[in-house]
């Protein structure tokens, strides 16, 4: 998982993070898994590398995810407001510019769920929801991001019946094996 971590954070959009899981990741790679192949080298890449296994061994209970922000020359930091992590992440990162941005959902939290939906692919087919993907989001609105092939509101109904009112964000998405 550690490989795969470090290979996915270096390709993440600044909305989500895959989970490879059954569905077999997302094209914007992700804390779980996935890469996306358009993706350029960063000169941030080596800085990624050290700094988001360093936060989520060290801060997992305020750590969420970090993004490489190219056109800025920095490294975006989602996490639950905690100076220490800031400190320590500036400490980590050296010279690199930072930007800290705060979330509700540490990555612990995102991970406990993700594995809890991967899980509960068997019951969703029972329910009849088809699970396209699911993956880790930066922790400001939700904990994970669900794709179904139908999306509707009673899929996310449902979600949030299971799981907890507003920790998944439900959206209709392609065809998937789950």
Known sequence: MAAALIAALLTMGAGACAHTGAAGGS???????GHSRDRRPSRLDPVVLRLAPYLER???GSY?????????DRLVVYRVPDPALDAAAHSVAGRTRLFFVDSHYPYGRQHELLDRIGADLGYWRRQGIRI???TASNG????????????????????????GTGLVQVSRGGPGPA
């Not at 094209?27 to 898994?33: E, K, T």
């Not at 969420?64 to 800025?72: A, E, F, G, N, Y």
């Open 27 to 33: 094209p914007d790679g992700g804390s779980r898994g």
């Open 64 to 72: 969420t995810t970090v993004v490489i922000d190219s056109p800025h």
């Open 140 to 163: 400001v609105r939700c904990a994970v991001l669900v794709t179904t092939v139908r999306g509707t509101g009673a899929d996310q109904r449902a979600f949030d019946a299971r799981y």
């Open 58 to 60: 060290h801060f997992a």
């Open 132 to 134: 396209t993907s699911w």
